[in-house]
Nanobody, 114 residues
Framework: QVQLVESGGGLVQAGGSLRLSCAAS????????MGWYHQAPGKQRELVAS???????YCADSVKGRFTISSDNAKNTVYLQMNSLKPEDTAVYYC????????WGQGTQVTVSS
């Protein structure tokens, strides 16, 4: 059974940094793609960043230059380094991993105070 466990969320002041981690277990194979969505209250879940097993990365325009996604394929772990955080980054951040299906983490809250 595939499980994704997230860590690293919390409360930070505007301009601060956080690093999210997501460790996937239960698959004998490396995931094709892993990444992060976020969902603010009353809004739809939006893609923040993703990375393929080959290392091709994508970041949404709203976070380019501030967020960096990276991965450790051997550990099936993906990271999201978030710098220069803004109050509008406040959301629940969900990790996902694609193999034959899409798997989701339970979400971790990121709150940025002004």
């Amino acid at each position: 059974q595939v499980q994704l466990v997230e860590s690293g969320g919390g409360l930070v002041q505007a301009g601060g940094s956080l690093r999210l981690s997501c460790a996937a277990s239960g698959s004998p194979f490396s995931f094709n793609r892993m990444g992060w969505y976020h969902q603010a209250p009353g809004k739809q879940r939006e893609l923040v960043a993703s990375i393929t097993s080959g290392g091709s990365a994508y970041c949404a325009d709203s976070v380019k230059g501030r967020f960096t996604i990276s991965s450790d394929n051997a550990k099936n772990t993906v990271y999201l380094q978030m710098n220069s955080l803004k109050p509008e980054d406040t959301a629940v951040y969900y990790c996902y991993a694609d193999l034959s299906a899409r798997y989701w983490g339970q979400g971790t809250q990121v709150t940025v105070s002004s």
